[in-house]
């Protein structure tokens, strides 16, 4: 049996859909928090368990006769590292054989500005080595989903007004990596090994307006503001604190490289070239 955590988020959902079109669902059980979010997936015959990362005791009737975990990562980022681990020592103490976690695929996080955010992503793997568990990492680049987190709503008229600098990341769709790990869950040959999900191309945000003046026929401009300049705009739109830092981070962590570099491990898990950025944007912003 293999269980899903985040279920109810994007990711998660994603990946039931791709295994309900494999045929795969009576073999699959997901981890919510509230059962009532996830009654048509029930009607479907996949088996539902209650639990909370924060809750380990909640954790240990969810796990019982599990032998795969889907470990899609915590976006609480409230001692995530705690929550994964909460995880990880259930699964070991229930005899869960093998655990898949969907981490980042990025330069070093050593030397990011991303490091206070996003190096427990490291410690989980670390962690999942050590308690001897069969693994496999999922290193994912960013979403292109937070194109449309960054921009304004309308970036068509406002222009994409980002602060990166020249900074690239290899853009990936969300729904392609749910395929991919559906297609790793039905396929073998994959214990211990890790892979770098990103696109075979880096896209800069440069590049974001570039193509939606191509798609609106009409000039959208890339504006490079400083990070002092982007920090008061959010502030004048009434963003909390924490979403201004997390933005102003992420484009710190862009400019520095840290999410160019591009590997084929995605293109050969789905079987062809992962969607470009063009027409993402194409399906995101103009419905086509």
């Keep these: 049996m293999i269980l899903i955590t985040g279920a109810t988020g994007q990711l998660g959902n994603g990946i039931l859909n791709f295994l309900e079109k494999k045929?795969?669902?009576?073999?699959?059980?997901?981890?919510?928090?509230?059962?009532?979010?996830?009654?048509?997936?029930?009607?479907?015959?996949?088996?539902?368990?209650?639990?909370?990362?924060?809750?380990?005791?909640?954790?240990q009737s969810a796990l019982k006769n599990i032998n795969q975990v889907v470990l899609i990562s915590s976006n609480d980022f409230n001692d995530r590292l705690k929550q994964h681990k909460n995880v990880v020592d259930t699964a070991v103490q229930n005899g869960v054989q093998h655990i898949l976690y969907t981490g980042v695929s990025m330069k070093s996080i050593n030397q990011s500005p991303l490091k206070p955010l996003l190096e427990d992503h490291f410690q989980t793997e670390t962690y999942i080595k050590e308690s001897g568990l069969n693994y496999t990492f999922l290193q994912h680049s960013l979403y292109a989903d937070v194109i449309t987190m960054f921009l304004s709503p309308n970036p068509v008229e406002t222009?994409?007004?980002?602060?990166?600098?020249?900074?690239?990341?290899?853009?990936?769709?969300?729904?392609?990596?749910?395929?991919?790990?559906?297609?790793?869950?039905?396929?073998?040959?994959?214990?211990?090994?890790?892979?770098?999900?990103?696109?075979?191309?880096?896209?800069?945000?440069?590049?974001?307006?570039?193509?939606?003046?191509?798609?609106?026929?009409?000039?959208?401009?890339?504006?490079?503001?400083?990070?002092?300049?982007?920090?008061?705009?959010?502030?004048?739109?009434?963003?909390?604190?924490?979403?201004?830092?997390?933005?102003l981070g992420f484009a710190a962590g862009i400019k520095n490289q840290d999410f160019e570099e591009p590997f084929t491990d995605l293109t050969t898990i789905l079987g062809r070239t992962p969607l470009d950025l063009k027409s993402y944007l194409k399906k995101t912003y103009f419905n086509l």
């Design 159 to 247: 222009g994409v007004y980002f602060p990166a600098g020249e900074g690239k990341v290899t853009f990936v769709d969300r729904l392609e990596l749910a395929e991919a790990i559906a297609n790793l869950l039905t396929t073998t040959g994959h214990v211990n090994q890790t892979y770098k999900m990103t696109n075979v191309v880096a896209y800069s945000f440069a590049d974001v307006a570039t193509y939606l003046s191509e798609l609106a026929n009409k000039t959208v401009a890339y504006i490079n503001p400083s990070e002092q300049e982007f920090q008061a705009a959010l502030h004048n739109i009434g963003l909390p604190d924490a979403i201004i830092q997390m933005s």
């Design 23 to 59: 045929g795969r669902l009576a073999e699959v059980a997901i981890l919510v928090r509230d059962a009532s979010k996830v009654a048509h997936w029930q009607e479907k015959g996949v088996s539902i368990r209650v639990g909370d990362y924060h809750q380990p005791e909640t954790l």
